[in-house]
């Protein structure tokens, strides 16, 4: 038991220093901790945004195939020298006004890729609606300008360019994940 006050204020100095040490350690501890998460949480809200966009690209895709499945089999009906019955003009009708509405889908995705930085990816996004844009103009029914081949090269197109934006999206997403 210390009995001097110079062996009190030595025990004190060292339960002190130990309670600094230990203090400054935790701080720097919870510092790089909380840096880490909040890496992780900006990752994981990246990453969730490149899947975002991504669905709004299969949404307007899927839609655009049933369109081009239905308008090409109308225009293999017409080739024939057949009328095409109502109930396909009507669906091609509706597929086509469902395409316009998803197309907003594409415009706020650009939007996303923008504010997390990647310019490539919102560019080729773009060059893909503008191509489905073209393509909503040119295959409709009152075109009779459409033809089966036309429409396969289309779709071979807008696929081609589609997987291009894949690959680049791809590619934010491994630096993001």
Known sequence: MPTTWLEIVDTAVKIGLGAVVTGIATHVNNGRSHARTV?????AKSAEMLESVALSIE???HVLLKHWAHITDWARIKDRGDEPSEEKLKLITEY??????L???LTNSEGRLLLMGHANQQQLLREYGQLISD???FANVSNDQVTVAELDG???KIMDSRLKLYSALNTAYRTEG
Do not use: D
């Open 96 to 101: 086509r006004l469902e395409l316009f509405n």
């Open 59 to 61: 949404e307007v895709t």
């Open 103 to 105: 197309f907003k889908g």
């Open 154 to 156: 289309w779709r071979k």
């Open 135 to 137: 393509y909503y103009r």
């Open 39 to 43: 890496e992780k949480e900006r990752h």
